[in-house]
Antibody, heavy 113, light 107 residues
Framework: EVQLVESGGGLVKPGGSLRLSCAAS?????MNWVRQAPGKGLECISS????????YYADSVRGRFTVSRDNAKSSLYLQMNSLRAEDTAVYYC?????????WGQGTLVTVSS | EIVLTQSPDFQSVTPKEKVTITCRAS??????LHWYQQKPDQSPKLLIK???QSISGVPSRFSGSGSGTDFTLTINSLEAEDAAAYYC?????????FGGGTKVEIK
């Protein structure tokens, strides 16, 4: 059974950093980070191909967030620096290079002083 | 960036009624359009891929249609468990984008 489990969320002050992790039960697929601000819709903020040769960042996070993966550990990461209040959201990892067929349960990141 | 516009934003529906949600793309995306259901406090779930292709395990009352710029998600004979937000998502053009969502409430 495919499983995705995120971790690493929490409360952080503006300007601070967090590192999210996503543990997967597989390793060879394009993976994505999708976030959802409270009461809002979905936003795909980063994608990384299976070999890390293709990486995408949304304009809203480019230069502040870094996506990476360790296929040996079947893990996906999102290093988030210079966090802002508007980064407050539930962060999901999702599998897929076109449609997203599996999603994790999400981890909440709250940026507040 | 391709903008997806969903309508309506909100719909209150009686059980067994038919529900139609539309998603319009700002430019042609062929059939690269997918639909998700998100129930309260849950992660999104894939309902339909490539505009009209069904997903294993998804009830047959959910169907999708359309191509180019206009797409439709139809829920035939709505059930109480279908109360959720529904999102369209395009993967034809980078960056992938989502529609703003449609919330379906059961009367």
């Amino acid at each position: 059974e495919v499983q995705l489990v995120e971790s690493g969320g929490g409360l952080v002050k503006p300007g601070g950093s967090l590192r999210l992790s996503c543990a997967a039960s597989f390793s060879s697929y394009t993976m994505n980070w999708v976030r959802q601000a409270p009461g809002k819709g979905l936003e795909c903020i980063s994608s990384i191909s299976s070999s890390s040769t293709y990486i995408y960042y949304a304009d809203s996070v480019r230069g502040r967030f870094t996506v990476s993966r360790d296929n040996a550990k079947s893990s996906l990461y999102l290093q988030m620096n210079s966090l802002r209040a508007e980064d407050t959201a539930v962060y999901y990892c999702a599998k897929g290079d076109t449609y997203f067929d599996y999603w994790g349960q999400g981890t909440l990141v709250t940026v507040s002083s | 960036e391709i903008v997806l516009t969903q309508s309506p934003d909100f719909q209150s529906v009686t059980p067994k009624e038919k529900v139609t949600i539309t998603c319009r793309a700002s430019q042609s995306i062929g059939s690269g359009l997918h639909w998700y259901q998100q129930k309260p406090d849950q992660s999104p779930k894939l309902l339909i891929k490539y505009a009209s292709q069904s997903i294993s395990g998804v009830p047959s009352r959910f169907s999708g249609s359309g191509s180019g710029t206009d797409f439709t998600l139809t829920i035939n004979s709505l059930e109480a468990e279908d109360a959720a937000a529904y999102y369209c998502h395009q993967s034809s053009s980078s960056p992938a984008t989502f529609g703003g969502g449609t919330k379906v409430e059961i009367k």
